[in-house]
């Protein structure tokens, strides 16, 4: 069973940095999309950043010029480097994957189990 495993949030003050890093077991035959998503308190899930296999990057108004989303097909590591960060940034980060698990007929969605950002002023 595919599992996503987040590394590398925490706590940070405002205008510092921190890389989120995501794992996926198993093996794919097939992704179509990467991506990083986020929560913060009383407000629903929303997508920060997404990287198609090819390269195509996609991101949220709010961290454009901000964060970089970078992906390693070979390993299906999804990445997310985040700098001048600010304390709206705050938030459970979530790593998501939808592809096609080696064996199997469908295109299934992902989701890592969070990690917290925490982002001091």
């Known amino acids: 069973q595919v599992q996503l495993v987040e590394s590398g949030g925490g706590l940070v003050q405002a205008g510092g940095s921190l890389r989120l890093s995501c794992a996926a077991s198993?093996?794919?035959?097939?992704?179509?999309?990467k991506a990083w998503f986020r929560q913060a308190p009383g407000k629903q899930r929303a997508l920060v950043a997404r990287?198609?296999?090819?390269?195509?990057?996609d991101y949220a108004d709010s961290v454009k010029g901000r964060f970089t989303i970078s992906g390693d097909g070979a390993k299906n590591t999804v990445s997310l480097q985040m700098n001048s960060l600010k304390p709206e940034d705050t938030a459970v980060y979530y790593c998501?994957?939808?592809?096609?698990?080696?064996?199997?007929?469908?295109?299934?969605?992902?989701w890592g189990q969070g990690t917290q950002v925490t982002v001091s002023s």
């Open positions: 198993g093996s794919f035959s097939s992704i179509d999309l």
């Open positions: 998501f994957l939808m592809g096609r698990e080696s064996g199997r007929i469908s295109t299934i969605m992902y």
């Open positions: 990287i198609t296999p090819g390269g195509s990057t």
